[in-house]
């Protein structure tokens, strides 16, 4: 070949890569500019309940970390930010979607409960705050992270504990919701093992948030992995603060041993799959609630809802519908045996039930309601998406607020109370639980689009809110047509464990009234815990334009590129 000829091969080579790059680019641009306003990202993004751990995680996927890797660093961060709702005395549930492979998977690292648990702890609940060393369960969050580290993490374990690390030695100014628990009188934290983090000697609270020895236990399990925090000296410091605790309280001893601790291992589960619509939503499998969750969903799919159904005088049936799904969804809170969980799921049960709706509300009893369900409230979500398309939605927990109330001052971890929400079904029967580990309505779900183009992570804090929380967010984006951020910040309805209902609010005063004249019993006044919000954390990405929210009830917010 001449060498001229060879040249102009050379040019029309590089010709048509640089169309090939104009097109690409110009598609790029043109598909960002139709994206609507409320979806500035495009790569990734983190929603959590605070800015400062939404940009932790942000700077992991930065720095080329996986949805894995970004959603534990944040974790971690949200432990310091908000102690009184997770941390690594607690316990979490993962929905994780691996793009590559175009798989869904669960990780229960849930608590567990002691192998020589005795039933007599359960006479002592009482459908309150359940506070003590004797409701602590075996910590499932390090063994959580360590699995899903395993499953899809890319950066160096080590790496993912150092914003942390580095938060908890300098400190910060306390945020206003943590500030909000820590003076709330009816907690009485400075009377707590859990205040003498917050407070002076002198009683005065302290200038900022400092955790000096959490810092120190995170460097050893960043450094020598998360069988450190299992076997040896943490575990053996644990146990001596909790035996400490139980015996200045004098109000229960805890039952738990190193060998519950050597023990511990997280499951890894097939998620629960259901059909909605144009989407197969994915939700983890008992000990979570997530069937629950399911079963509402399919009740209220066959009213094919749409945005007119929210529209005028017909949003008082959509309203109502609703709420009777709800209602049956709590009938259903007490319900331990996975395999009758799976039984709600099944074509006939759902169509009876959705049968059962009338046009008034009933009394408990026709909802299978039998049990008064205690709540929790110290959990938190959050919802990752990577430019792999990698997702994680996980929600994490100590159980109630600040947990057991138990703080292991040589370790710097405040510890979980979850062996409470075995109280729902063992209470003074003199039994004890069959199941590992409790029941929970942590209920992180993952929704894909058939054509897996779209694909929607929510989840949620709040106790037995929770489920409520997530379906009303799922249907208000999926099947209402609300922008993400509209259908988590729109104003909720919450169903009691004694069927009352409990409007945000803010709520529609002529959606009230209507309810009421159904038949509905409406929360007059509201206790302490009522007051709490649920609080949701969401990502929708669909193509190339991805909303990503945090709920404003707890003062988070999003972050990515």
Not at 456 to 477: C, F
Request: a positive charge; hydrophobic letters at 40%; glycine letters at 8%.
């Amino acid at each position: 070949m001449k060498p001229w000829k060879g040249c102009c091969w050379l040019l029309l080579a590089l010709l048509a890569l640089g169309l090939l790059v104009t097109i690409g680019v110009l598609a790029y641009l043109v598909g960002r500019r139709c994206c609507p306003p409320q979806a500035p990202y495009s790569q990734a993004a983190v929603a959590a309940d605070s800015r400062l751990c939404s940009q932790v995680g942000r700077d992991i996927l930065r720095k080329g970390g996986s949805a894995v890797d970004a959603a534990i660093a944040t974790l971690l961060c949200s432990s310091l930010v908000h102690p009184q709702s997770l941390g690594i005395g607690g316990g979490s549930i993962y929905t994780i979607y691996d793009a590559a492979k175009g798989r869904v998977v669960v990780i229960n690292a849930r608590e567990a409960a002691p192998k020589n648990m005795h039933p007599a702890l359960f006479d002592q609940c009482n459908g309150g705050l359940q506070k003590g060393a004797q409701w602590i369960g075996v910590p499932g969050e390090i063994e959580g992270y360590w699995q899903a580290h395993q499953l899809l993490g890319r950066l160096p374990w080590h790496s993912l504990f150092e914003p942390s690390i580095q938060l908890a030695k300098k400190g910060f100014a306390f945020p206003e919701y943590l500030r909000s628990f820590i003076r709330h009188p009816k907690l009485q934290i400075s009377k707590s093992s859990v205040g003498n983090l917050f407070y002076k000697s002198d009683g005065r609270l302290r200038d900022n948030v400092q955790y000096s020895e959490l810092a120190k236990t995170l460097e050893t399990i960043a450094s020598k992995g998360p069988k450190v925090f299992y076997e040896g000296e943490i575990t053996r410091n644990l146990l001596k603060d909790i035996e400490e605790a139980s015996s200045a309280a004098n109000n229960g001893k805890s039952s738990l041993t190193e060998e519950d601790f050597k023990e511990y291992k997280a499951d890894l589960l097939q998620p629960l799959t259901v059909s909605l619509a144009n989407y197969t939503m994915y939700t983890p499998p008992f000990p979570s609630r997530g069937g629950i969750l399911s079963f509402i969903l399919k009740i209220l799919e066959g009213y094919n809802f749409t945005r007119k159904s929210l529209e005028g005088e017909g949003r008082m049936l959509t309203y109502h519908r609703i709420i009777e799904a709800l209602k049956f969804g709590v009938g259903q809170m007490d319900t331990m045996d996975p395999h009758k969980m799976q039984l709600l799921l099944t074509k006939g049960v759902i169509a009876r039930t959705r049968h059962l709706i009338h046009n008034q509300t009933n009394d408990p009893a026709y909802y299978k309601n039998r049990l008064l369900v205690s709540e929790s409230y110290g959990t938190s979500h959050l919802s990752v998406v990577d430019k792999e398309g990698n997702a994680v939605s996980v929600t994490s927990s100590i159980n109630h607020i600040f947990g057991s109330m138990v703080y292991s001052k040589s370790t710097g971890i405040i510890l979980n109370n979850q062996l409470a929400d075995f109280c729902d079904s063992y209470r003074g029967n003199g039994a004890v639980p069959d199941q590992r580990h409790p029941p929970s309505s942590m209920t992180p779900t993952i929704l894909l689009s058939k054509d897996k183009s779209s694909m929607l992570l929510v989840g949620a804090a709040g106790g037995k809110k929770i489920i409520s929380a997530t379906a009303q967010v799922i249907m208000n984006k999926l099947w209402f047509g609300l922008s993400l951020e509209d259908a988590i910040n729109k104003p909720r309805i919450h169903v009691k464990t004694n069927n009352s209902l409990l409007f945000e609010t803010n709520s529609d005063p002529d959606v009230v009234e209507a309810m009421a004249q159904r038949g509905h019993q409406m929360i007059q006044t509201e206790s302490e815990l009522d007051k709490l919000p649920s609080v949701v954390q969401g990502i929708f990405h669909d193509h190339s334009c991805m909303e990503a929210v945090s709920d404003p009830r707890k003062l988070g917010k999003a972050a990515g590129d």
